[in-house]
Nanobody, 119 residues
Framework: QVQLVESGGGLVQAGGSLRLSCAASGSIFTSITAMGWYRQAPGKQRELVAGITTGGMTHYGDSVKGRFTISRDNAKNTVYLQMNSLKPEDTAVYYC????????????WGQGTQVTVSS
């Protein structure tokens, strides 16, 4: 059974930074799987924020390019999301996901962590 545990959310002013972490455990395949971050704002669909393969290839949503950086520590099965220059529209619940080829989401989700950016 796969477990994904996110941490690092919080309240920050516009222009500030936050770093999210997601630790994966429970199955060997998590070490050979792309991982990513999605977010969902109230009344909106869940959207891909960023993804990263085990080899370090990354993919970003258009709205966060140049501001967010995804990275991972394969030895720790942990993925990080460094979020800089945060905007109020980045406010959402951020979820970790084991990502499928083509940057599609899998059924494996974390519990989510709230990020709130005040103006």
């Amino acid at each position: 059974q796969v477990q994904l545990v996110e941490s690092g959310g919080g309240l920050v002013q516009a222009g500030g930074s936050l770093r999210l972490s997601c630790a994966a455990s429970g199955s060997i395949f998590t070490s050979i799987t792309a991982m990513g971050w999605y977010r969902q704002a109230p009344g909106k669909q869940r959207e891909l924020v960023a993804g990263i393969t085990t080899g370090g290839m990354t993919h970003y949503g258009d709205s966060v390019k140049g501001r967010f950086t995804i990275s991972r520590d394969n030895a720790k099965n942990t993925v990080y999301l460094q979020m800089n220059s945060l905007k109020p529209e980045d406010t959402a619940v951020y979820y970790c996901n084991l990502v499928l080829p083509g940057w599609r989401s899998s059924d494996y989700w974390g519990q989510g962590t709230q990020v709130t950016v005040s103006s």
